[in-house]
C-alpha cells in the first residue's frame, strides 16, 4: 500500500525543514512506501526555493508552485489531483497538526474506514473563540444539507476511493468541510491534543476571514437563506394587513390621528435595511453562479518537479496498475 501525503504551503519557510523532517521521520517508521506532495500557494517568502531543495535531497518529494497565491482549497485540490497513493493524508506545514498521528490513521484505514479524521480539541483556545465556534456549527448544522462536526478541519487520512469521489466535485467555489462530508463513506473520528500556536507566528486567520469563511460554509451547502427571504416577506405582508386592519378599525372607532412620525421612520428604515439584507443573500447566490458560469480553473501552475506525463491525474487501479483521470 502506497500513501500520498498532500502538504499545502504558504510562506512556511521558517518551519518546512523541520516540519519535513518530522515527516520523514514518522514515515519511515510506517515501513510503507509513500511520496510527499507539497503544493507552494504563491509563497513570497523563499518556500518554492526550499522545496526545490528538498526534492534534490529526497527522491520522495514531489512539489507543485502556482504561478500566484489561489488559497488552501486550490492547493488542497492540486495535491489531491497529482497524489498516486492508495491513501492520502492531507495536512498543514506549520506543525499544528502532528506527523505522529500518521501512524494511528494508517491503523484505522487498515479496518476498512475511507476516511480517518484527526480532531483538535480546543485546550488553550480562548472561551470566546470556542462559544463562537460552537454557535456557528451549531447553526450550519440547522441549516446545511451536510453535518460539519465541530473542531474537525482538513487533516485526514482519505483513501482512494474517497478521493476520487472528491474530484468528481468540480465546482470552483470549493468548502471542503462540506465537500468530506458530502461525500460520505465509512469515517472513523478521533481527537488529539490542540497544538498552540508559536508565540513568534501570528495566525493567518483574521476575523474577516473566519467570517467570510464561515458564510462560505453556510452558503456552500443550501439554499435556506433564500427560502428565509420568502417567509420573512410573507411574515411582514402579514404585519403590514394587521396593521392597516388596525388603523381602519382606529379610524372608525376615534376618527383618524395625525400620523406617527417615529412609527413611520422606523419602518422605513427597517424595511429598507430588511430588504438589503435579502439582497445582499441573494447577491451572494448569484456571485457564485458567476463563477461557476466562466469555468476557470481552479489554479495555475508555475513550476514542479513531477513528469509531465503525471499531470494527468494518474491513479492506481485496484489491480495494482495505473489508471487516468479526467
Sequence with gaps: MRLSLVVPCYNEVEVISRFHQALSHELEETGRPYEIVYVDDGSSDGTLE???????????????????????EAAMLAGLRYATGDAVVIMDADLQHPPELIGRMLE?????????????????????RTLAARAYYWLINKWADVEMMDGVGDFRLLSRRAVDGLLELNEYNRFSKGLFAWIGFESLLFEYDNVKQPADRKSRWTFRRLLEYGLDGLLSFNN???RMAIYVGLLLTAVAAGYAIWVIVAAILHGVEMPG??????????????????????????????????????????????????????????????????
Excluded at 526550499?50 to 529526497?58: H, P
Excluded at 495555475?300 to 494518474?314: F, G, S, V, W, Y
Design 224 to 226: 435556506k437563506p433564500l
Design 50 to 72: 526550499a522545496l526545490v531543495e528538498l526534492a534534490a535531497t529526497d527522491e520522495s518529494v514531489r512539489y507543485l508552485s502556482f504561478s500566484r497565491n489561489f488559497g488552501k
Design 108 to 128: 484505522e484505514y487498515g479496518r476498512g474506514f475511507d476516511q480517518v479524521i484527526a480532531r483538535r480539541n480546543r485546550t488553550g483556545d480562548p472561551a470566546t
Design 261 to 326: 412620525y417615529v412609527t413611520l421612520i422606523a419602518a422605513i428604515t427597517g424595511l429598507g435595511g430588511l430588504q438589503m439584507v435579502m439582497l445582499g443573500v441573494i447577491g451572494e447566490y448569484i456571485g457564485r453562479i458567476y463563477y461557476e458560469t466562466k469555468k476557470r480553473p481552479h489554479y495555475l501552475l508555475k513550476q514542479t518537479n513531477m513528469d509531465p506525463a503525471d499531470r494527468i491525474e494518474k491513479r492506481p487501479a485496484p489491480g495494482g496498475g495505473t489508471t487516468r483521470g479526467r
